[in-house]
């Protein structure tokens, strides 16, 4: 008997915004890699989770929800998302059940028929629908692309999430192990830190506050055997934006400090001191040098 031979190879998860990739992605890690929020465009970057075993090593992206870009910023993470779907061994195309925007699939499918790539349909959110509304919906999208597969999942009751992983491995090519088996991710430590906190601005602020928020970690050391230190800066569009991140008497940037250090404690296994500085750079997100300046390259 031969043994069977170890597979391997990168799964792009693409789709609009708030539809649940980043949610995917921690589900198929079962771990938090990504940060998730309720908010529309919380991702900006492609974010590699890999997730290995005996006999096989996916590599899953997660990527910027497709939107209309209104800012430098919204065509880059448009650029990142659909970058990640050029070398994909296979897409999965996810969607929120419950809402589409029909011009922006006929984008994301006219896409994926450009890359000529295997697909798969992942209906996402079924905790919110009946059953029953549920056939209707793929019979739908078949018509309208030839998928592979078509599979309902809830990614945050991790309804489902198994039978897509067997799913996508009859997909995946043979190949080598990547990545060392204990590694979850190519990004550095200092990435996971500075979503951490855009994560707790995304949850803790309202309108355009959050969107005009990019974090930079400029330092993380270790202070003394005990405690990391780490100095973030939150860069701001516009002076009031400064104002309400702060908030009276500081109170804000406080919450989000300790709310995101709790975090960044766990995800470290480190205890940590986190000291957080509010800046502003004008209109960044309409400035590809500022962007890059910021980390955006
Ligand atoms: N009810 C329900 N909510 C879900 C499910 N999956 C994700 N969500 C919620 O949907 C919201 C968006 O989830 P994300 O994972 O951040 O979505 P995303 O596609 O990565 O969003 P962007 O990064 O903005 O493109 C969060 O509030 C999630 O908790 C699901 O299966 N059911
Ligand atoms: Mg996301």
């Known amino acids: 008997m031969t043994e069977p031979q170890f597979k391997s190879g990168y799964v792009s998860i693409i789709g609009e915004p708030n539809v649940g990739k980043s949610t995917l992605l921690n589900a198929m890690l079962g771990e938090k890699l990504a940060i998730v929020t309720p908010k529309p465009q919380t991702t900006r970057n492609q974010i590699r989770g890999i997730v290995t075993s005996d006999d096989y090593q996916i590599i899953f992206l997660d ?56 697909t798969i349909l992942v209906i996402n959110k079924i905790d919110r629908i009946a059953k029953l509304n549920l056939l209707p919906v793929i019979d739908n999208y078949s018509q309208k692309f030839s998928f592979v597969e078509s599979v309902p ?45 855009r994560e707790q601005i995304f949850l803790q602020t309202k309108q355009e506050v959050p969107y005009s928020t990019s974090v930079v970690v400029e330092e993380f050391v270790e202070r003394n055997k005990k405690k990391w230190y780490i100095r973030a800066v939150v860069y701001v569009e516009r002076p009031s934006q400064r104002g309400v991140l702060i908030g009276k008497q500081g109170q804000m940037i406080k919450r989000i400090g300790q709310l995101a250090r709790t975090d960044i404690e766990r995800f470290l296994a480190q205890s940590v001191f986190l000291e957080l500085h509010v800046l502003v750079k004008p209109d960044w997100r309409k400035d590809l040098r500022k962007m890059q300046d910021l980390g955006y390259v």
């Open 63 to 118: 990527t910027p929800g497709i939107l209309r870009p209104k800012y430098q910023l919204h065509n880059w993470m448009v650029k990142a998302a659909y970058a990640a779907i050029q070398d994909a061994d296979l897409i999965l195309y996810l969607i929120d059940v419950t809402r589409t925007s029909p011009q922006i699939e006929e984008e994301i499918l006219n896409a994926i028929h450009q890359v000529n790539q295997k």
């Open 153 to 197: 999942i809830s990614a945050l009751n991790q309804d489902g999430i198994e039978r897509l992983k067997d799913l996508i491995l009859g997909y995946l090519p043979s190949g080598p192990q990547y990545f060392p088996p204990d590694q979850i991710s190519d990004l550095p430590q200092r990435f996971f830190i500075a979503e951490t906190i």
